[in-house]
């Protein structure tokens, strides 16, 4: 007799999307692989639990942004889930097109789950609930400036960089307003160490990484140890409460952005980790914007994009140069966008469409 949706604990449903989730974002490693097995060997109802995952989350697929939009906005997670549970209690076969606005709230529970990955839950704690320990660190432009915090993590900072610290005897956290900073963090299994900025979060024990906040965009790298990094998950163009988290070791990279949020995880070589401290930027299908962003840490004259032209700001290029010859990276602009470059002001250097006359 067929396995019927009330046999599913609400665990196993949880487990089932979880992993169905990184099978379509072909995001399982080796080790997930044989972890996934096991999971299917344990019990013969766990395959049945992975089919209907498959066909919650296609169903996405065909949900209107009209019925997406109040899911989002209207219900908790929480709720999200007892919707995902009736819902398929009630339907045991599919999700069909028009279906109830608890469909509605499934479905989104699914596409939740597409690029959260395995986790699923709150940020890690807010500075806010710490006591009142706070210091703050700052540079100018074109500078650096190497500290060490009261637990002997020791943190790089690159030009123009704002962090707050912000320690107590249970958390360590740092906000980095704006900028770039390495962090070699002490470990301490008592206390994690939380890095927020622009509403990403990374959280860690012990590791070495880079943290740059710019243009809009939030770039981590990890050098050693783990770190674990989130944002919220984003729907029609706008964050919710659901949070994005992925694990990233050495030699891996992650950006987000408040469109787009986490991205998928890449890989990167040593000798380009925090370049930046040698004043080589490097850019691997960055914005305009946060081209932009960056050189305005280091340039004495002010470089704006037109407001008229600001969808350029999100043209993407793949382009390197030393953060000592804005000049030459000027020069550059035309040949990577579709702008020109106007230096008549003394005020602000411009950055404007070529087509604006």
Not at 65 to 72: G, L, N, S
Not at 331 to 356: G, H, K
Request: glycine share 6%.
């Amino acid at each position: 007799m067929p396995t019927t949706e009330r046999e599913f604990s609400d665990e196993v449903r949880k487990e089932a999307l979880e992993w169905q989730v990184l099978i379509e974002n072909d995001d399982l490693d080796p080790a997930e692989r044989i972890a996934l097995d096991a999971w299917l060997q344990a019990d013969p109802r766990h395959a049945q639990a992975l089919d209907r995952a498959q066909t919650v989350l296609s169903a996405f697929e065909t949900l209107d942004e009209r019925v997406i939009k109040p899911a989002y906005t209207q219900q908790s997670p929480l709720d999200w889930v007892r919707h995902f549970i009736a819902d398929l209690t009630d339907q045991p076969s599919t999700i069909k097109t028009g279906a109830s606005f608890a469909a509605g709230c499934a479905a989104m529970l699914a596409v939740g789950f597409l690029v959260v990955g395995p986790f699923f839950g709150p940020q890690p704690s807010e500075i806010a609930t710490l006591p009142a320990v706070v210091t703050v660190h700052e540079t100018g432009l074109g500078e650096m400036e190497t500290i060490r915090l009261a637990d002997e993590s020791v943190l790089t900072l690159g030009p123009a960089t704002r962090i707050e610290v912000a320690f107590s005897d249970s958390a360590r956290s740092v906000t980095l307003s704006q900028g770039a900073a390495v962090f070699d963090v002490t470990s301490d299994a008592d206390r994690p160490f939380t890095v927020k900025a622009d509403g990403f979060s990374a959280r860690v024990l012990g590791t070495v990484f880079d943290v740059r906040s710019n243009g809009g965009v939030v770039r981590l790298s990890v050098s050693e140890g783990v770190v674990e990094a989130s944002h919220p998950f984003v729907i029609n163009n706008a964050p919710s409460s659901i949070v994005s988290r992925r694990t990233l070791t050495a030699g891996e990279a992650i950006s987000a952005t408040p469109c787009d949020g986490l991205s998928r995880k890449r890989a990167f070589t040593a000798e380009t980790f925090a370049a930046w401290r040698e004043n080589r930027l490097r850019y691997n299908g960055a914005t305009l914007s946060e081209l932009v962003a960056d050189a305005n840490r280091y340039s004495s004259q002010p470089i704006l994009i037109e407001a008229a032209g600001s969808e350029i700001g999100q043209l993407k290029a793949t382009f390197t140069y030393d953060a000592r010859d804005l000049e030459t990276m000027l020069t550059a602009l035309p040949n990577l966008f579709p702008v020109q470059v106007d230096r008549s002001s003394e005020n602000a250097i411009t950055i404007r469409p070529v087509n604006d006359g």
